[in-house]
């Protein structure tokens, strides 16, 4: 399988992508109903919040294709010390190649490295506990699963917090999990 994976990133202070096309990543995702899944703290409710996310933050935006065709985006962020959290939301042609891309991701993200080496030696996620196709999700790409913890995911539509589920990926994990 053939992978590409974008980083939309500000280079000599020019973006590498314009608004449209961001926007129309997100744009995609309500159309086949994932922004219910990949957004359902309510943060992101619209195409201009997400480009807003996107540009105005430390959030770092990786758009994942294959044969040039895009299977989604991904991005971290809560930068920590040498760890982030990722997210992840595939379009519905990506079904067949999920594990494959969110490894590919996974490994894209954790093998960045500047004039000192590596970047990046963790990758966390917090996962909504009632989100079953999510937490199997990770589990398929090779996350370790620390545990279930109370309260980490909102779901406004409840007007209230859930469960949620704890875990991790480095390097090591990845390339021999």
Not at 7 to 20: C, K, P, Q
Not at 132 to 153: R, Y
């Amino acid at each position: 399988m053939t992978i590409g994976i974008f980083h939309y990133a500000e280079i000599d202070g020019v973006r590498n992508a314009t608004d449209s096309a961001i926007r129309g990543l997100f744009s995609r995702a309500v159309e086949e109903r994932r922004e219910v899944w990949t957004f359902s703290s309510g943060g992101i409710v619209s195409a201009d919040a997400f480009l807003d996310e996107m540009k105005h933050t430390r959030s770092q935006l990786f758009v994942p294709d294959h044969l040039g065709e895009v299977m989604g985006f991904v991005w971290a962020n809560n930068f920590q010390a040498r760890s982030c959290e990722m997210h992840f939301c595939f379009y519905r042609a990506a079904k067949p190649y999920l594990d494959t891309l969110g490894k590919a991701c996974l490994g894209h993200v954790l093998n960045m490295q500047d004039a000192d080496g590596y970047i990046l030696d963790l990758v966390t996620g917090i996962t909504p506990a009632w989100n079953k196709a999510a937490v199997g999700f990770i589990k398929s790409l090779g996350m370790v699963i620390l545990g279930e913890i109370p309260n980490a995911c909102f779901r406004p539509e409840k007007g209230k917090s859930f469960p949620g589920i704890v875990s991790y990926c480095t390097r090591e994990v990845l390339n021999h999990g």
